[in-house]
C-alpha cells in the first residue's frame, strides 16, 4: 500500500522555524523525485522545492529560495522541509509528492497546515 505521510506542521510566529517531514512507503523511493507543494486558501497550488532522487539536485521557489531547504534520507524512506524565517503568506497546506519520471507514477500525500502568525 501506498502511504506518503507529512508531519510536522503547525501554528509558529513569524520569523520562526519548523521542519516538515514525508515519510513514505509501498514503493521503491529512491526512483522517484520528490516535491514539496503547498496550497493557501483561495488559491492555488503552488511548487515549493524539488529534490532528485539521489538528492544531487534541488529547485526552489523564488519566494522560498534562501529561506527553505529540502533534503533527503533514501535509506528512511523520508524528505525533509527545513524552514526558516517563516513569513505570514508562508501559511498553507503542505504536501509532499513523489514522481516517477520513467513511469509517470505520480503520487500524494494529504498535506500539512502550517500557519504562521503573530
Known amino acids: 500500500q501506498v502511504q506518503l505521510v507529512e508531519s510536522g506542521g503547525g501554528l509558529v510566529q513569524p520569523g520562526g522555524s519548523l521542519r516538515l517531514s514525508c515519510v513514505v512507503s509501498?514503493?521503491?523511493?529512491?526512483?522517484?523525485?520528490v516535491s514539496w507543494y503547498r496550497q493557501a486558501p483561495g488559491k492555488e497550488r503552488e511548487l515549493v522545492a524539488a529534490i532528485t532522487r539521489t538528492g544531487v539536485a534541488t529547485d526552489f521557489a523564488n519566494r522560498v529560495k534562501g529561506r527553505f531547504t529540502i533534503s533527503r534520507d533514501n535509506a528512511k524512506n523520508t524528505v525533509y522541509l527545513q524552514m526558516v524565517s517563516l513569513k505570514p503568506e508562508d501559511t498553507a497546506v503542505y504536501s509532499c509528492?513523489?514522481?516517477?519520471?520513467?513511469?509517470?507514477?505520480?503520487?500524494w500525500g494529504q498535506g500539512t497546515q502550517v500557519t504562521v502568525s503573530s
Open positions: 509501498g514503493f521503491t523511493f529512491s526512483s522517484y523525485t
Open positions: 509528492n513523489a514522481r516517477n519520471y520513467s513511469t509517470g507514477t505520480n503520487y
